[in-house]
C-alpha cells in the first residue's frame, strides 16, 4: 500500500504528540520613531536680538534682521551677525554705536477732565492724571509736557524719552490748538494785539494764530500755540484783563480727541506714531 502523503509540508512534529516542536518564527521590529526631547525652556531673561532692537524704536523685527547680518549691531562690544542670536536685557546693545533700550516703546493719548494734576505724584493728596492711565500699561509711562489743573483736553503718555524732548522743545513748532471760553467778549483790538504779540512779565509771546469759533459767541477762542511756558494761555488773556473760564486742547501734534470722550485714553495707532516722529 502506498504511504499517505497527507503529512508533505507539514513542519518535522507538527500534528504529532512526539517530535521536536519548532516555536513560530517572530519578526523582531524596531521602532524608527525616536522620542521627543524636552523642549528646552525659554530663559525669560533672554530675547532675540532683533526684537530687542525693534522695542527700542529702531525699526521692525524684519529690518533689525537685515542691519545685524550687514553688522550694524554690537553686543557687549562684539559685532553680531547670527540670525537668532539671544540677548539679555542686561547687555550693551548698539547700533551703530548708540546704546539702545530694551523696553518697548509705549504711546497713550488721554483726553483729561478737570480736577486732576500733571504730575506723577503728589504730597497733597491731590489726584494725579496718572490715575487716568494705570491700567494702559506696565511700562512706566510719563506725561509729555502740562495741563493745568483745571485745563481739560489732550495730554500724551509715552516711555521714549526721545519723542518727549522733541515733542516739549518750542524749535520744532508743535501744533497745540485750545478752545477757549473767556469771561466776556475778547474785543477785536485785543485779538490783533495778541496775533502781534505781547510783552508778559516773563518776556514777549508770540502766538501762531487766533480768532473767533465760527457761530459761537465772541468769548470763545481759537488759539494756536508752540510755547512751552506754564500757564502761557490763560496768562495772555490775564494781562489784557480777561478770565479764563474753560481751556480745553484739542490737537496736540496733529493728534485729536475724536472718538475719545473725556476722562477716556487710546493706544496710538502705528501711523500716529511715524507722523510725529516725522517731526522736525
Partial sequence: MAKSDSNRGKRPGHGSKKGNFQKPYKRQVTSSIK???APKKSNPDEIRLNRYISNAGICSRREADTYIAAGNVTV?????TEMGHKVKRSDDVRFDGRKLNPEKKEYILLNKPKNFITT???EKGRRT???LVSSASKARLLPVGRLDRNTTGLLLFTNDGDLTKKLTHPTHGVRKLYHVHLDKSLNMSDLQAIAEGIELEDGPIEVDSISYIQGAP???IGIQIHSGRNRIVR???EHLGYEVVKLDRVIFAGLTKKDLPRGHWRHLTEQEVINLKMIK
Fill in 35 to 37: 522620542p521627543k526631547a
Fill in 235 to 237: 496768562r495772555i488773556f
Fill in 129 to 131: 492724571v496718572m490715575e
Fill in 218 to 220: 465772541k468769548r470763545e
Fill in 76 to 80: 557687549n562690544g562684539k559685532v553680531i
Fill in 120 to 122: 506723577t505724584s503728589d
